[in-house]
């Protein structure tokens, strides 16, 4: 569920086809995002799940699958 709601920000913010968006996907590299797009993913997210991602763990996110494990663990 957290998978689908994410591609889902994802694809919209960086205009891109929500398919494009696996667990292994690089938001810089295979997506093109810039800090920009991450920070308005971030605040997506934050809506989405109603969950606050501390700026600490928001840096450590690389991957579509990094973001999903942090979504878990936070509405866990």
């Known amino acids: ?6 591609q889902q920000i994802i694809a919209e913010v960086l205009n891109v086809d929500a398919s494009e968006v696996m667990p292994g996907t690089t938001f810089t590299d295979d997506l093109g ?25 928001a840096e450590k996110i690389v991957t579509v ?12």
């Not at 569920?1 to 994410?6: A, H, P, V």
């Not at 800090?35 to 600490?56: C, H, N, R, T």
């Not at 699958?65 to 866990?76: K, T």
Request: proline share 2%.
């Open 65 to 76: 699958g990094d973001a999903v494990e942090l979504i878990q663990s936070v509405v866990e």
């Open 1 to 6: 569920m957290e998978l689908e709601k994410l």
């Open 33 to 57: 995002a810039d800090s920009l797009d991450l920070y308005q993913i971030i605040l997506g997210v934050e809506d989405a799940f109603d969950i606050e991602i501390p700026q600490e763990e």
